[in-house]
């Protein structure tokens, strides 16, 4: 099985990986002995990025957390020196609670190490730094140049010396790039006379090759501690994301140890990198140092109106403001004049509240929570102006103290401000409203003194047309669109027909009226008329003469245009089939009658069969004898035409249906020796489900023609061409049968019954 790392196919779907496969990644580069920077060498020629990289490392710190194997790869080689603690779960709650706590109180600085896209790898490619410290397994490069050209690289061996050509060992472990370049340098002069010194013409000069890997051993409460191998020129920040960072639980972000040969070199605080970038204590680490993260001592809960709420490591001697200062400070809508702290005691917790003067000397402890909350959504010195003015709105009350002003910062009154009385919507002190009317006639005419505002008052002045009944004026009649239109001062009547849309064809040039309400004025009316009433003409032209057209509409006035009562719309009616001239024909007068229309489509056809003629009107079929109103017009029969009406006169029919329940319903030929029997027969007779004595015919008319019984003798319809026979079927009748239960107690009242009136016989008989 290749290397993961050889395949290809696998660049950019490190995602997709089983766990089989990244644990057989991490034994085949335990195998292969290669260096930290070997490896992601290689990785980045098979295609695999940064970030897959970084992701593969994520995915071995999974597999390492949930196995009890001693050793994994973090970054690379790593040797693990003892299992991972158990994250501590608080009493009373799961483990799974307190890992859901952990999620949504967010520990400030924890997700720098869970970042895929955040490596702190080692530049590799930088300068040699002149104070690096060489040791064994660094490889130098050792340049001649000048008058003499030669290039060496020679690898520390572990004793800490490099061989050159044929001079003695020269010792340069512990010895820094500068330091070792001198001693170098001075030995080299065995064999190039005079290298490096003034006028010579040769120089030497030394850098790093590839550098070597060093041990480090992280400790305390990190996320995966071990022993992990890294490049040389790894720092602390280096180290700490190897191992996962400083549990989020437990862990200290603010006093992680670095120790070389059992002394303590640095002390590194990560927030000085997370707020203000300073990476002066993320020093170069060397081979066997020791990183220790203690507990964390003292950590305090943000939350609310600041910009990055979470869980806060506090020092000693750290005040609350610090910690704020930790989150971006306070939010845009933060209520800042107080705090409230929910702090526990040794039995319950307790809540304080902190004043603003106080956020500066308070002193945070261990699992306080503070929580600054948002200011209010009220205004402290707002007053509003509304309706009749040019700008409505709120206003500041330090500019517009009295009403006078704050309708001048309004732009105004509009002039449809109604002035004899404007309102004030206060608020008292218990907040109960109460309403202050101004008289703004008054005022503006310097009649009154001038108003004093409060906070939050809000003047209403109302408009002339709200304080009365929508003013409105209709017209009905023969107008185009007739309805309901509103009034305006002056108007007259002539421009109420113009809404209207004009006259319509029905208008005639007899007296139009207007029906005007009656309010005071009486005079000239009769005891009991409410309404005057106002006529005029127009003439044959539809037009107004000159006088009655600028005649002035008042509120609520109804103008009533006449029509013509000859003037009607046009109607039809038609007549279809045996008849000379079918088609639709106009109805002349109210008067006009179904024989009528027969005499002007030219009277009937020879074919024209008349009891099967039909009469439809607005779709539904009226019965009608033509026959009978053809000879004999002022039959009964003889019907008014309505628009609409249609009479079909068809040809003389030759089949009967039978249909229902026979046993073959069929159509056959009429034939007038065969009896009403005669046609159920030949459909093959009644089924057991038909109802005798309801049959019943349908004529060709739509007539309707029932089975008579008297005495047991049943007379049918005679028949008739063009007849529908219909036998109805029997209705479904809902035969309730009994349940076994139910059977067997019937059986059983039936049974005692039947013992009692046997017992009482007995008693009888002796």
């Known amino acids: 099985m290749g290397c993961l790392w050889c395949q290809p196919a696998l660049a950019q779907k490190v995602e997709n990986l089983t766990e089989q496969q990244v644990q057989q990644f991490v034994q085949q580069a335990q ?325 603003n003067a106080e956020i500066s000397n308070f002193l945070p402890k261990a699992g306080d929570r503070y929580n600054i909350g948002a200011v209010l959504d009220r205004l402290d010195n707002k007053v509003s102006i509304n309706g009749a003015v040019f700008r409505p709105g709120d206003y500041a009350l330090q500019k517009n103290l009295t009403i006078r002003q704050l309708i001048k910062s309004a732009e105004g009154l509009r002039e449809d401000a109604f002035l004899n009385r404007a309102t004030i919507r206060r608020l008292r002190e218990n907040l109960d409203p109460e309403l202050i009317s101004v008289d703004l006639g008054k005022l503006f005419r310097n009649e009154t003194p001038d108003v004093t505002l409060q906070r939050d008052d809000v003047v209403q002045i109302s408009t002339v047309s709200e304080l009365r009944q929508k003013r409105t004026v209709s017209i009905r009649g023969a107008v185009n669109q007739a309805g309901t239109f509103d009034f305006a001062d002056s108007m007259t009547v002539a421009n109420l027909v113009v809404l209207a849309g004009g006259f319509s064809d029905a208008a005639i040039a007899s007296r139009m009226e207007i029906a005007r309400r009656v309010k005071q004025d009486t005079a000239g009316l009769r005891t009991g008329q409410n309404v005057r009433l106002i006529t005029f003409s127009i003439d044959n032209n539809l037009r107004l003469n000159s006088t009655d057209a600028q005649l002035t509409l008042q509120p609520f006035d109804e103008v009533f245009v006449r029509e013509s009562p000859r003037y009607e719309v046009q109607k039809a009616a038609t007549i279809a089939g045996e008849v000379p001239y079918p088609g639709p024909y106009a109805i002349r007068t109210k008067s006009d009658r179904i024989t009528d229309l027969i005499v002007r489509a030219g009277g009937l056809m020879p074919d024209a069969y008349l009891p099967a003629a039909r009469f439809t009107r607005k779709g539904e079929v009226v019965s009608v004898s033509i026959k009978k109103i053809m000879n004999d017009p002022a039959a009964a029969g003889n019907l008014l035409l309505e628009d609409g009406d249609v009479l079909t006169i068809p040809r003389r029919a030759e089949l009967v249906r039978v249909r229902g329940e026979v046993l073959n319903p069929a159509t056959v030929e009429f034939d007038p020796a065969k009896s009403f029997r005669d046609y159920i027969s030949e459909a093959g007779g009644f089924t057991q489900k038909a109802v005798k004595y309801k049959v019943y015919a349908v004529a060709a008319n739509g007539k309707i023609k029932a089975t008579h019984s008297f005495l047991g003798l049943k007379t049918y319809p005679k028949p008739e061409p063009g007849m529908e026979i219909v036998i109805p079927a029997q209705p479904i009748k809902e035969q309730s049968r009994l349940s076994s239960t139910e059977r067997v107690a019937v059986l059983s009242v039936v049974a005692s019954g039947a013992a009692v009136v046997l017992t009482a016989l007995r008693l009888f008989i002796n």
């Open 31 to 355: 195998a292969s002995g290669m260096t930290e920077a070997q490896i992601e060498e290689l990785a980045r020629t098979r295609g695999f990025t940064t970030t897959d990289i970084a992701s593969m490392r994520k995915r071995i710190g999974q597999l390492a957390t949930s196995t009890t194997k001693p050793t994994q790869l973090q970054p690379t080689e790593v040797d693990r020196v003892r299992e991972q603690p158990a994250t501590p779960v608080p009493p009373h709650s799961s483990p799974a609670t307190a890992s859901h706590n952990t999620q949504e109180r967010a520990v400030f600085g924890a997700s720098l190490f869970t970042n895929a896209n955040l490596t702190f790898e080692p530049n590799l490619r930088i300068p040699t730094p002149r104070h690096y410290i060489i040791g064994p397994e660094d490889e130098l490069i050792i340049d001649i140049f000048g008058n003499a050209q030669q290039t060496y690289r020679p690898k520390v061996s572990p004793e800490g010396s490099i061989r050159i050509e044929n001079l003695s060992p020269i010792y340069v472990n512990g010895l820094s790039i500068e330091q070792a370049e001198q001693r170098i340098t001075a030995r080299l002069r065995l064999l190039y006379q005079g290298i490096g010194t003034t006028g010579s013409g040769v120089h030497a000069q030394l850098t790093l090759g590839s550098v070597r890997s060093i041990k480090v051993t992280l400790l305390g409460q990190v996320v995966r501690p071990g022993t992990y191998t890294l490049s040389s020129l790894a720092s602390v920040f280096n180290a700490l994301y190897a191992a996962g960072g400083p549990s989020p639980d437990r862990g200290s972000f603010r006093d992680i140890r670095v120790y070389r040969a059992n002394r303590l070199v640095r002390t590194l605080d990560m927030y000085d990198f997370l707020l203000r970038a300073d990476q002066k204590d993320n020093i170069r680490l060397q081979d066997q140092d020791i990183i220790f993260v203690d507990h964390y001592d003292t950590r305090v809960e943000l939350a609310g109106q600041v910009r990055q709420p979470g869980l806060y490591e506090v020092r000693k001697g750290e005040t609350l403001r610090h910690v704020i200062t930790f989150a971006g400070g306070f939010a845009d809508r933060a209520y800042t004049a107080s705090i409230q702290l929910r702090r526990n005691t040794s039995t319950e917790q307790q809540l304080i509240t902190i004043a």
